[in-house]
């Protein structure tokens, strides 16, 4: 599998919360975030991991180039846009075209073993793209889903959905299964509409007719404050 980790933001919520280096490099369970994810993703075996980088956070390129000298398989994009959707396109287009990807936002936090199983859910399947979901609410921007009860999304919400009882309403936990079409999709939508918010791209999956899953990844915590910090280690560390 390839991977691709989606660091092109600035980290200003958490900056202007007191924390002095660069969100990527904030340690969880003795690691910075973006070494855990590295790690998980090195140990599935994973092809590439492909990180995109926001090109002011120097710091964050002498760990990676440092983390490069035993995970050969990593790559660095530089990139200059803070928008998720860009550095989404501009990551997939450093990656073999023909190829399914994972990408996963630099500050989500999620158990390994609940990333394993996604994994191998999305690697066995046909989907247009698998979205990683959660009913763990801390995200102040968070991007609600509503999913039938046999897996399929069927709406994006930027507000808690009001809808029929049968449908689940969950969480974005900012991890993206994506197959070969809804990565040019993507990079499509980024070269087009240069305003096009994440969010905006999964609703044109479901627009377009792709088939579009959800897959519960447990607590998953996005880390854009002091307290979101203090709450995935108080979930995640090892004692």
Do not use: W
Not at 41 to 58: R, Y
Not at 73 to 79: A, E, K
Not at 181 to 190: F, G, V
């Amino acid at each position: 599998m390839h991977y691709l980790i989606l660091a092109g933001g600035n980290g200003s919520r958490l900056a202007n919360d007191g924390v002095s280096i660069p969100k990527p490099l904030v340690e969880l369970d003795g690691k910075p975030m973006i070494g855990r994810l590295i790690d998980i993703f090195d140990s599935l075996g994973a092809e590439s991991i492909t990180v995109v980088l926001n090109f002011t956070m120097e710091m964050v390129f002498d760990y990676l180039y440092e983390k490069q000298s035993y995970v050969g398989q990593l790559r660095i994009v530089p990139v200059s846009t803070t928008s998720p959707l860009i550095s989404l396109a501009l990551g997939s287009l450093a990656i073999s075209p023909g190829e399914k990807i994972i990408a996963v936002t630099v500050d989500s936090v999620f158990q390994e073993t609940e990333f394993a199983a996604f994994v191998t859910r999305f690697e066995s399947s046909n989907t247009g793209a698998l979205m990683g979901v959660t009913d763990f609410l801390d995200d102040e921007k968070a991007l609600f889903l509503t999913v039938s009860p046999d897996g399929a999304v069927t709406g994006f919400h930027d507000n808690y959905p009001s809808c029929e009882t049968s449908l689940l309403r969950v969480v974005s936990g900012g991890v993206y299964g994506l197959s070969v079409h809804a990565r040019r999709q993507a990079e499509h939508l980024a070269r087009e509409r240069h305003d096009c918010r994440l969010r905006d791209f999964q609703r044109s999956l479901l627009r377009s007719g792709y088939s579009v899953e959800a897959f519960p990844l447990g607590t998953v915590v996005d880390v854009d404050r002091v307290t979101d910090l203090q709450t995935a280690r108080k979930i995640f560390n090892r004692p």
